[in-house]
């Protein structure tokens, strides 16, 4: 086969992938396994070796993330019932005082978005948020756009939110240094980001309906701010210290203890025991112990199966030699390479809407490049993370979440949302393309 021939099949199957998901709203699992489909077909795999390399591409992605992503959204799930996402925003309004609040919204925003979907903090803070823009005569265009950037940036790039942890396993990157890395280029671009949302002041009031709900909820028993930061902080903590004690004392006891209490998996099951403190008595009912877990279960499912059949195209991909092609071309360019995951990521999160299928999808495709386009994964992993914020528009559920919550109208909401999150993305992408070209990461 030639060059130009595996590189059409390649281009074909990925609009494919694009359009069944953005055009005619098939599942993105479905949409990734028919590329792969078509793309094995179309490179002469050998039909009695299809089902069996989808199958092995699949378990060998999924392997190593499917119980930290059910772990991490079980956990997202008790936050969210308990009141510990109030209580984590009241402490930042009480931290950075009321004429500062929308740095309160967007550093409460961003704690929470590390376990819990962008979209539900939103939900679960919109009421206090639409309190807070009567009080201090704010603009909702200002403050919703704030609210929901703030966790829309941690959920691409810092772990253990499903996307960056995919990632973080598509590339070969440990935790810990995903972590790490991420919060790094996540501040910033939070920070960045949210100056931007402040210059937004076309007066938007919020709606009656969230005004009474928080009004109604005022007198209601919360949950401590210790009780409602731990099971964030520690199991981030165990994974941290586990990287750090592993390079500082590698073979050592204490090296070998900390590979499994400051594994992710250990970790973050922690996490979930440490969450149960907020639920008070509680926490033996059927409701906890088996219904909650039960919604994150649910939560899981979805990027876990997706991640895994990214894994199942990235083998169609890596066998036929398509990536090692595509980055040859690169290089004999002048055209950065760090820019390619960036850019691939971009343009999925634009088209799909989905900021987590950006980053997944994009590792998937841009692991097998790595060695030849001489990008770390670490590189690769933050370019991924900061090209899935870019552009966040009409066709995404966070954008309508936030839009219409906050009581925007659609030119609003791509003001103040597309724009923060162009604004957010772009900060990123500078950031991971400045590191990369210090040969820091």
């Known amino acids: 086969m030639s060059t130009a021939y595996v590189l059409t099949v390649f281009v074909i199957a990925i609009v494919l992938m694009i359009v069944l998901i953005s055009r005619?709203?098939?599942?993105?699992?479905?949409?990734?396994?028919?590329?792969?489909?078509?793309?094995?077909?179309?490179?002469?795999?050998?039909?009695?070796?299809?089902?069996?390399?989808?199958?092995?591409?699949?378990?060998?992605?999924?392997?190593?993330?499917?119980?930290?992503?059910?772990?991490?959204c079980t956990m997202g799930t008790v936050l969210e019932k308990t009141g510990a996402a109030v209580t984590i925003t009241k402490w930042a309004i009480n931290l950075v005082g009321d004429k500062n609040v929308i740095w309160a919204i967007a550093l409460a925003s961003a704690i929470l978005g590390i376990p819990i979907f962008a979209d539900t903090v939103v939900i679960l803070l919109i009421p206090i948020v639409s309190l807070l823009a009567v009080r201090t005569n704010k603009s909702m265009m200002s403050f919703g756009a704030a609210l929901y950037l703030g966790a829309l940036v941690t959920a691409s790039l810092v772990p253990p939110t499903p996307g960056p942890v995919s990632a973080a396993a598509l590339l070969h990157v440990p935790l810990g240094q995903a972590i790490l890395w991420g919060l790094l280029v996540a501040i910033p671009s939070v920070i960045v980001a949210t100056l931007y949302c402040m210059t937004l002041k076309t007066p938007v009031a919020p709606k009656q309906e969230f005004l009474d709900a928080a009004q109604e909820?005022?007198?209601?028993?919360?949950p401590s701010l210790t009780k409602s930061m731990m099971p964030i902080i520690v199991p981030l903590i165990l994974i941290l210290l586990n990287t750090a004690v592993s390079v500082m004392m590698p073979e050592t006891g204490i090296a070998n203890f900390m590979a499994f209490i400051g594994s992710p998996?250990?970790?973050?099951?922690?996490?979930?025991?440490?969450?149960?403190?907020?639920?008070?008595?509680?926490?033996?009912?059927?409701?906890v112990l088996n219904k909650w877990v039960d919604e994150g279960i649910v939560a899981a499912?979805?990027?876990?199966?997706?991640?895994?059949?990214?894994?199942?195209?990235?083998?169609?991909?890596?066998?036929?030699?398509?990536?090692?092609?595509?980055?040859?071309?690169?290089?004999?360019?002048?055209?950065?390479?760090?820019?390619?995951?960036?850019?691939?990521?971009?343009?999925?999160?634009?088209i799909t809407g989905s900021n987590?299928?950006?980053?997944?999808?994009?590792?998937?495709?841009?692991?097998?490049?790595?060695?030849?386009?001489?990008?770390?994964?670490?590189?690769?992993?933050?370019?991924?993370?900061?090209?899935?914020?870019?552009?966040?528009?009409?066709?995404?559920?966070?954008f309508w979440v936030t839009v219409s919550m906050s009581n925007m109208n659609v030119n609003q909401g791509i003001r103040a949302v597309g724009g923060a999150s162009t604004v957010a993305g772009f900060t990123g992408a500078v950031i991971t393309c400045i590191l990369y070209a210090l040969h820091i990461i």
């Open 301 to 350: 499912a979805m990027p876990i199966v997706v991640t895994g059949m990214g894994g199942a195209l990235a083998t169609f991909v890596k066998n036929a030699g398509v990536a090692d092609q595509i980055a040859e071309i690169v290089m004999n360019s002048s055209f950065p390479p760090i820019l390619i995951p960036i850019i691939i990521a971009a343009l999925i999160h634009v």
């Open 24 to 72: 005619f709203h098939v599942n993105a699992a479905m949409g990734i396994l028919a590329a792969a489909l078509v793309l094995a077909i179309a490179l002469h795999t050998p039909w009695e070796e299809i089902e069996g390399t989808i199958n092995s591409g699949f378990s060998g992605t999924i392997k190593s993330v499917a119980i930290v992503i059910f772990l991490g």
């Open 356 to 398: 987590a299928l950006g980053v997944m999808t994009a590792a998937a495709l841009v692991e097998p490049m790595l060695s030849t386009l001489g990008i770390s994964p670490v590189a690769a992993f933050l370019a991924c993370g900061t090209g899935a914020l870019m552009f966040k528009h009409a066709n995404s559920s966070g």
């Open 265 to 287: 998996l250990a970790a973050l099951f922690t996490g979930c025991l440490l969450s149960l403190t907020l639920t008070g008595n509680k926490w033996k009912t059927p409701e």
């Open 217 to 222: 909820s005022e007198g209601k028993d919360l």
